[in-house]
Nanobody, 116 residues
Framework: QVQVVESGGGLVQPGESLRLSCAAS????????MAWYRQAPGNRREFVAA????????SYADSVKGRFTISSIAANNTGYLTMNNLKPEDTAVYLC?????????WGQGTQVTVSS
């Protein structure tokens, strides 16, 4: 059974950085694509960033371009989201979606709070 676990969230001040991790386990298959989403209280889940494993193609939401970087997918099915110059509006639960064998598996999320 595939499990996806995010980690690395926390409370930071505006302008600071965090690196989130996403680890998929329970399968011998490689994660083909990985994406990050976020959901703030009362808001819909929104796309943050994604990477296509086979090509390395990246995509980012306009709100995070130039500040967030999604890493390539490691052989152990782990990926990262590096977030720089964090803003209060980045506060949300960040969720990772890992695609294996054409199925998306979601983690429970990790809380990121940006506040002074």
């Amino acid at each position: 059974q595939v499990q996806v676990v995010e980690s690395g969230g926390g409370l930071v001040q505006p302008g600071e950085s965090l690196r989130l991790s996403c680890a998929a386990s329970g399968s011998t298959l490689r994660v083909s694509n990985m994406a990050w989403y976020r959901q703030a209280p009362g808001n819909r889940r929104e796309f943050v960033a994604a990477i296509v494993g086979s090509t390395g193609a990246l995509s980012y939401a306009d709100s995070v371009k130039g500040r967030f970087t999604i890493s390539s997918i490691a052989a152990n099915n782990t990926g990262y989201l590096t977030m720089n110059n964090l803003k209060p509006e980045d506060t949300a639960v960040y969720l990772c979606a890992a695609e294996l064998d054409y199925c998306n598996y979601w983690g429970q999320g990790t809380q990121v709070t940006v506040s002074s």
